[in-house]
């Protein structure tokens, strides 16, 4: 965000941001030039927002031509530096504040008039991976238009890359601006909006360009021991095994029920245990704690999660009414104690996961208050048995706090801001920590050449996490690293072994000039400094704390990183200009620097947005009158919208062949029956609220999707998506954003926007709503559905849609002026029919949900007659799960 006093006379030249992401390390860069067009001296406020764990390392400002460049000081040494300058007039200030799971980097500089200023940030992160995807999150908020903006984001993954995708985080205004280009082991991701585009209107002056710039992706895996990076004298060791059955879970809900949870946070806390509730599978065992001042227990001790009991908890917190104080301390000991009996009296299965989860938004008002006390009282109770994972929800709670609680106990700890989404991000939270998959795992790197291992990780793998673990390697001596990974999995001890050439990355890292060299050694020097600063904050005594922070100390310093140790000096050549980079003591808490929050009460809400691999990014595509339709992404898709246009794309010939279909409202019609895949879709449609030109309109208001194999079926309405499993069913609304994840189907609500469904790696599906003023004489809200060509449906497939998964031959030709001169026609010969199309535009609602993006298409007339197999009633289906019985 830059800022100045008087805004029209700054120039904004250019706003840059590039990201390269080397095997899980980014190291992003973002600049900013500007000039003073005012007559008079201006303060320019460049305040930048770095995610919170990642590591600034070097920030350089050039002020017409006198350049600062940075450099790295203990903390103490660094502020009397910064002192002394200060007394001689001679320096300007930086300060770096916490907010939210963002923090801010901000400088002030009087800038003389006619002054040309550049500044440039550099910081680097590990990019984790959470629920079978890595994300990677850069602030972009220039706070005005900029001549030339560019976010320029690089992937080179040694492993090779599954997917890449950038969701529309940044809103629907920046829809098609995108480009993504991929290869098996690189990506390459684009955003250059023009100054029109930024605008936030025609004739706005002001930006559109304000939020998060999001790349989604994951990489291949082959070894079930982990992929084995070893390069420049270190190794990086990447474990995620998949297709693990999951671990049985005894959970323990502890929630608080204070008078501050009053209000929205209570019911949305209560919606989201509902969904959480329902999740628990047959396996588990489970029981709930609610506490204010008072602790009390649902069941004395753990019981199965039957449908029967499930259902009594949901009653059970829909009874809760918020009052009184918070006694956490009572609260967590009555829950160990649960679990401790129940191990003892050997009611928990050896192969079990035993896990609490604390959800709260305050310190403790009643009980014991002394944070240090409740923390040793925990840990002692616990006993390194099983885990504590803590919810912070608001803006007031102490999250630090509940992290070293959660991390003391082989946790971790989630702020939830306290807003509409807060049921999404709890159920969020969960879905990340809900399916144990190991327990009790250990690394062996059984060669002596291999010292000073850091890891990564909680306790237990969960299902879509991975653990990192980062060592030295003496590669003089070392030809292969071998690693043997032992841990206990459903019945089963298992050994995991990997073998890793150390050369075999040399030639690949060294031949891309964009891949960063240092990779393994960031990567190593970022879990060791992490791993020490959890280790420092539950250090026992004083002495193991100061050994522990001399050690940080050193790594900031030996590998030029910002910790809460050290400070950033920002000077002149001259060394008579000095700005200071630091993190304030936050005036709330006694904590230490660097481990505080500054929050802000107007936080922004961070919504993930639509899944990684579902959502195709779509492209504008101008009126061609080539024969033959560009292969760009919003013409590669079927789909069906409006009053049912559909839209069918033929990938070989790089065709679009549209028809529509007017049948009645109340039908049902098919558009996929695949009896190989066992998958079906079908629509039911509604009719608009009178007739136009002796014409009722109708429209899809309802999708039925049914995974027979997994015995899973989808309703999505203009009202609600709901997943039902045999008797289990969870609702979503479409004022939710969120994801349901089941039998390895993930549903993804995006608010009043679309639902996307995706079935392993190979098939998904977006459904889009269209929302109309409630009180129009005529239309009526209704759906619309796009399906990737790229699903992978068998030979058997057939449908409206589903029977184009066996490509027809195409042959168009003969084309010649239709009625309308903008409409040419032509000769259409598929499957031994020959019939007469008319060129013309189709809507691809996936762009603008208004005005739709228009994607030019030859018409078959008739219902698409001769271009579908037989007539459209033949695809009426009697039900919204009926399989398609061939005529």
Not at 423 to 446: C, E, H, R
Not at 517 to 528: H, Q
Not at 741 to 746: D, E, G, S, V, Y
Request: hydrophobic residues 35%.
């Amino acid at each position: 965000q830059l800022q100045v006093e008087d805004d029209d006379k700054i120039g904004l030249y250019s706003y840059k941001v590039q990201s390269t992401i080397t095997s899980r390390l980014a190291n992003t860069m973002i600049q900013a030039k500007m000039v003073n067009n005012a007559k008079r001296s201006q303060h320019i406020v460049f305040d930048v927002q770095v995610p919170k764990g990642a590591f600034i390392d070097n920030f350089t400002m050039d002020v017409n031509g006198i350049i600062f460049t940075s450099k790295i000081r203990e903390k103490s040494e660094a502020r009397k530096m910064y002192s002394q300058a200060k007394a001689k007039g001679k320096a300007a200030g930086i300060v770096r504040s916490n907010t939210l799971d963002m923090e801010n980097f901000q400088t002030e500089v009087n800038v003389p008039p006619g002054t040309r200023i550049q500044f440039e940030l550099h910081y680097h992160e590990m990019i984790r991976r959470k629920l079978s995807s890595y994300e990677h999150v850069i602030s972009v908020k220039p706070g005005r238009l900029a001549k030339h903006m560019e976010v320029d984001v690089r992937i080179i993954e040694p492993q090779g890359l599954r997917y890449v995708h950038v969701p529309n985080s940044l809103g629907d205004h920046f829809d098609g601006i995108t480009t993504i280009s991929k290869g098996e082991k690189k990506a390459h991701v684009s955003f250059k909006p023009t100054m029109a585009q930024q605008r936030k209107c025609p004739k706005c002056s002001s930006t559109a360009v304000d939020g998060n710039f999001v790349v989604q992706y994951d990489v291949n895996r082959e070894t079930t021991g982990g992929e084995l990076e070893i390069f420049n004298g270190y190794f990086i060791h990447f474990f995620a095994p998949e297709n693990l059955d999951p671990l049985p879970k005894n959970i323990l809900f502890v929630i608080d029920v204070s008078g501050s949870m009053w209000g929205l946070k209570m019911k949305q806390t209560i919606e989201a245990m509902k969904a959480i509730l329902s999740e628990l599978r047959a396996a588990d065992q489970f029981s709930l704690i609610d506490f204010n001042h008072n602790v009390r227990c649902w069941r004395d001790n753990l019981v199965s999660a039957t449908p029967a009991q499930v259902e009594d908890a949901k009653k059970y917190i829909q009874t809760i009414h918020p009052n009184g104080g918070t006694n956490i301390n009572e609260a967590l000991l009555r829950a160990t104690f649960i679990l401790n009996e129940a191990q003892n009296l050997g009611m928990l299965d050896p192969n079990s996961v035993s896990m609490i989860v604390l959800v709260s938004d305050g310190d403790p008002t009643v009980g014991e208050l002394k944070l240090t006390t409740i923390q040793k009282n925990v840990k002692q109770s616990i006993k390194d048995e099983f885990s504590l994972f803590c919810l912070g929800i608001g803006f007031d709670v102490d999250y630090d706090f509940l992290q070293r609680i959660a991390t003391d106990n082989r946790g971790m700890a989630q702020r939830i801001f306290g807003n509409q989404e807060t049921s999404a991000q709890m159920k969020n939270f969960y879905n990340q920590v809900s399916t144990p998959l190991l327990k009790k795992i250990q690394f062996n790197y059984p060669h002596e050449s291999v010292s000073d291992v850091t890891q990564s990780s909680f306790h237990n793998y969960f299902g879509g996490s991975e653990i990192v673990v980062a060592g030295k390697v003496d590669t003089e001596n070392l030809q292969h690293l071998e690693s043997i990974v032992t841990a206990t999995a459903a019945n089963a001890e298992l050994v995991m072994e990997t073998l890793r050439d150390v050369e075999e990355l040399d030639g690949f890292m060294k031949k891309d000039r964009y891949a960063d060299p240092e990779f393994t050694r960031k990567l190593w020097a970022y879990l060791t400094v992490n791993q020490m600063l959890a280790e420092r904050n539950t250090a026992p005594t004083a002495a193991l704390k100061r050994n522990i922070t001399k050690s940080i100390l050193q790594m900031s310093l030996d590998h030029h990183i910002v910790t809460p140790f050290t400070a950033m000096l920002i000077e002149n050549a001259e060394k008579d200009e000095i700005m200071l980079a630091d993190q304030p003591k936050d005036p709330r808490r006694g904590c230490c620097p660097g481990q505080c929050l500054r929050l802000t009460p107007n936080a922004p809400n961070n919504n993930k947005g639509i899944p990684p691999w579902a959502n195709v990014t779509a492209v504008p595509v101008s009126f061609m009158p080539e024969q033959r339709s560009p292969p760009v992404s919003s013409l590669s898709i079927n789909r069906v919208d409006n009053d049912p246009h559909f839209n069918i794309y033929l990938p070989k010939s790089q065709r679009n062949i549209c028809f529509n279909i007017n049948s009645e409202p109340g039908k049902i019609l098919n558009l996929v029956s695949d009896p190989g895949t066992g998958v079906v879709v079908n629509g039911q449609l509604v009719g608009a609220k009178k007739m136009e030109s002796n014409k009722l309109n109708t429209y899809f208001g309802k999708f039925g999707f049914y995974f027979k194999k997994k015995g899973l079926k989808v309703e999505i309405t203009t009202e609600t998506i709901t997943l039902k499993d045999g008797s289990y069913g969870i609702t979503l609304t479409w004022s939710d954003t969120g994801h349901i994840i089941r039998k390895q189907l993930l549903i993804s609500v995006k608010k009043d926007s679309n639902v996307t469904i995706t079935v392993g790696e190979k098939m998904s599906f977006m459904v889009l709503l269209h929302r109309v003023w409630k009180n129009h004489p005529v239309n009526v809200d209704f759906l619309g559905i796009y399906i990737p060509p790229e699903n992978q449906f068998s030979p058997a497939a057939h449908g409206l849609i589903g029977q184009f998964a066996s490509e027809p031959t195409v042959y168009i030709h003969h084309q010649r002026p239709g009625q309308d001169p903008e409409k040419p026609q032509a000769t259409m010969e598929v499957k031994g029919n020959k019939l007469t199309v008319t060129r013309g535009l189709q809507k691809d609602y996936r762009t603008d949900r208004v005005l739709g993006t228009d994607v030019q298409c030859w018409f078959a007339h008739n219902s698409g007659k001769g271009f579908i197999d037989g007539h459209y009633k033949d695809y009426l289906v009697p039900h919204l799960y009926s399989f398609l019985k061939k005529p």
